[in-house]
């Protein structure tokens, strides 16, 4: 990775692959750095993390988010970089559509429906001015 440019080369390609990533939050009670494994998703452009339908309760990386929305986002797979981004949860059923159907198929999943009201979705704009090692 090159140090002037944390987004050069081969890590602007892989953010554009859909793959499993780390990604770390800022805990919204303790303020300690939070890290969980999970699947980013790039769909027209657009990177995105969704995950399993879950009624009965809100992921606590949902929670941190709404809190503190810097993140880093951590390679892991074709490339090793750790790229900073904010989030920004999503609720609006009209934006959440086509980007969780994107997820379902990727997925092989047919309970759209169900993705829809219960999976938790963030949509992630990467901070090309926050370098790696920024504060979360």
């Known amino acids: 990775m090159d140090a002037e440019d944390p987004l050069s080369g081969a890590t602007r390609v892989a953010l554009n692959h859909s793959q499993i990533i780390d990604l770390t939050t800022r805990g919204r009670r303790t303020g300690q750095l939070r890290r969980i494994e999970i699947f980013l998703h790039s769909h027209d452009g657009q990177l995105f993390i969704s995950g399993m339908p879950r009624a009965d309760r809100t992921r606590d ?58 999976s938790p979705l963030i949509v992630l704009n990467i901070d090309e001015a926050r370098r790696p090692g920024a504060r979360v």
Do not use: C, F, Y
């Open 61 to 118: 990386w949902i929670h941190n988010i709404a809190a503190d929305p810097h993140v880093v986002v951590h390679l892991k797979q074709s490339v090793t970089a750790d790229v900073p981004a904010t989030a920004r949860v999503v609720t609006d059923p009209d934006e959440r559509r086509p980007l969780i159907e994107a997820a379902a198929k990727r997925w092989g999943r047919t309970d759209v429906s169900n993705m829809l009201l219960h």
